[in-house]
């Protein structure tokens, strides 16, 4: 069993990924659901439902109020929704390539450093798309 965790460790990256994914995707379900319950009840009781219910349904997820810190509750500002991810990932480039130099892990310090690039590149990405996001705001 050690050989099995020391050989595919890796791969409990992705199936955090996979997990945190799923795990949203349900929680976005049960959102959807509870507000087609809500609107179901103001049909029975032979109520018209606010005009705000219906507007939330047809939002997408991003620009829900309580996600960001301004006044309009629309998106948040351009950098902020992915501040958190470029640090995760440029510190997750830089564990790897420390590990990597000071041979933690005995001969495996090739992959340390491919891990280290591609966690490295994923952080750049982030940035450049916090960088040059674009769309129809009212900043």
């Known amino acids: 069993m050690a050989d099995l965790f020391r050989n595919y460790w890796w791969l409990l990256f992705p199936l955090f990924w996979f ?22 009840t103001y ?10 219910l219906l507007a939330n349904l047809d939002k997408p997820d991003y620009a829900r109020p309580e996600w960001s810190d301004d006044d309009k509750g629309g998106r948040p500002r351009r950098g902020r929704g992915h501040a958190f991810l ?3 990932f ?30 490295g590149v994923m952080s750049l990405a982030f940035l450049a798309s916090s960088m040059f996001r674009g769309g129809n705001r009212d900043d």
């Open 43 to 52: 049909a029975a009781s032979g109520k018209e439902p606010p005009a705000e």
């Open 90 to 119: 440029a510190g997750l480039a830089g564990v790897f390539a420390y590990t990597g130099y000071a041979g933690w892990m005995g001969e495996s310090q090739s992959e340390f450093y491919f891990i280290a690039l591609i966690m």
């Open 19 to 40: 997990i945190s994914a799923g795990w949203g995707s349900l929680m976005r379900y049960k959102r959807t659901q509870a507000k087609i319950d809500l609107l179901k």
């Open 86 to 88: 470029i640090v995760l």
